[in-house]
């Protein structure tokens, strides 16, 4: 199998004292959309994370490109002192990416650059959040429910942009709820969901 | 790193950043400091290096939890940590920020306001250079504080009780190259282990930091 721009290989991985997914082996190749399905608290998040580089796998290991992968969290990382122009040309300076405008245009925060960004609404942060994933010139964009506070035509919006990134040969994981309209493969993470959760130090079969 | 360093310098003087706090701490301090000793003028300049060092000092400190916990709240830490920037520069950026934004500021005023608290003139410069040599070892030890206790609810109690003796070093020596020279007695060997002091903590103590930043973030 061609190697892809991630690979994860019998993973394992838990938040705090417990596991919670177990032997998690797929991989993400360029122009693919990988989207984490599951219920609450059934580990998407945890295994984002782990991809991200922000916990260790337990177990396992990750394969990723170097320096070409950019996470995307539940929260934006918008400093509401800042303007939009500021936030996002921080971030693609950080990233060493390309200039905003392409990006403000794409999310059609254009009009809003010189807005301070507490003045902004949920949705209107969420873009300013999505509109760094374009500024980073990563290739595998990990995104942990991108959609949340957007509207159907902001949704739209975002379906585009992640459509064009993956005709340009990136890829992405994403963990959501809701249909991107786009053709991506569904893992369900329940099956891998740790069979044996760790010890809770009390066992009620000693009642 | 160079645009951590701005975007943090900016966001303490935008409103709400804090810029300013430490230094209105420290003018209440000496301003409060000789009402409440009353008039013994020779007992102030005595102890008068003493109280500029403990105002900075305690100034420095009061700003710390700021650090890191903002960019926790907005979740720009973890991107920032994911980010392909190294962790040990991050720490250090927003140390160096941390120190423009308080200590430099504090190294201005001390010296210009040190007549409140009737130091002798002799000291002013010793003073100032002391508080430049010592201030920066005081960001770097408590950007090292603020990322140990990353994340705990109300850490500013156990932030506090972390770096306070770490900062003694600091304070001994800060205010002893001051006493010093006041009386003439050679300063210059308190001010070198105090400038080493410092050149020891910005050499470390970012990836001290940055280990625990990876810790507690986990």
């Not at chain 1, 019998?10 to 998690?24: M, Q």
């Not at chain 2, 005595?46 to 100034?59: F, M, R, Y």
């Not at chain 2, 009737?118 to 002013?124: E, I, K, Q």
């Amino acid at each position: 199998m061609a190697r892809g721009l991630l690979d994860l290989n019998a993973v394992t991985c838990g938040r705090g004292s417990s596991l919670i997914l177990e032997n998690v082996t797929f991989c993400v190749s360029a122009g693919e959309l990988v989207v984490l399905r599951g219920p609450n608290g059934s580990g998407k998040t945890t295994l984002l994370r782990t991809v991200a580089g922000l916990q260790n796998p337990v177990v396992g290991t990750i394969t990723a490109a170097e320096d070409d992968v950019v996470y995307s969290s539940h929260a934006d990382g918008v400093k509401s002192a800042l303007t939009v122009t500021e936030n996002l040309t921080f971030w693609s300076k950080i990233h060493g990416g390309p200039a905003i405008d392409v990006a403000l245009e794409r999310l059609d925060l254009t009009q809003l650059r010189d807005r301070i960004a507490q003045e902004l609404s949920a949705g209107q942060r969420r873009r300013l959040g999505l509109a760094r994933l374009l500024v980073s010139n990563c290739r595998l964009w990990i995104m942990d429910e991108p959609t949340v506070s957007l509207d159907r035509a902001s949704v739209a919006l975002f379906s585009q942009m992640l459509a064009e990134h993956l005709a340009t040969g990136g890829a992405a994981l994403a963990a959501t709820h809701i249909d991107f309209g786009l053709d991506g493969r569904n893992i369900d993470v329940t099956q891998f969901a740790a069979s044996k959760p760790l010890h809770s130090g009390f066992d009620e079969a000693l009642l | 790193m160079r645009e951590i360093f701005l975007r943090d310098l900016k966001l303490a003087f935008r409103s709400g950043g804090g810029f300013g706090l430490a230094l209105a701490f420290f003018l209440m301090v000496i301003f409060l400091l000789p009402l409440g000793i009353g008039p013994k003028i020779d007992l102030l300049a005595q102890v008068s290096p003493g109280i500029l060092w403990v105002a900075a000092l305690l100034a420095c400190l009061l700003s710390l939890d700021r650090i890191f916990a903002t960019d926790l709240e907005d979740g720009s830490l973890e991107l920032l940590v994911t980010a392909p920037v190294p962790l040990e520069g991050v720490v250090a950026a927003k140390a160096a920020a941390h120190w423009c934004t308080t200590g430099l500021p504090l190294c201005l005023a001390g010296p210009a306001l040190s007549f409140l608290v009737n130091m002798p003139s002799s000291g002013v410069g010793w003073l100032g250079l002391s508080l430049l040599a010592g201030t920066p070892a005081l960001s770097v030890i408590g950007a090292f504080g603020a990322a140990l206790t990353l994340g705990v609810k109300r850490g500013g109690l156990l932030l506090s009780l972390l770096v306070l003796p770490m900062y003694i070093p600091t304070l001994v020596l800060g205010a002893e190259v001051t006493r010093r020279g006041i009386l003439g007695q050679g300063p210059e060997t308190p001010l070198l282990l105090l400038a080493a002091l410092t050149l020891l903590g910005v050499g470390l103590l970012p990836f001290a930091g940055a280990a625990v930043l990876r810790m507690s973030l986990r």
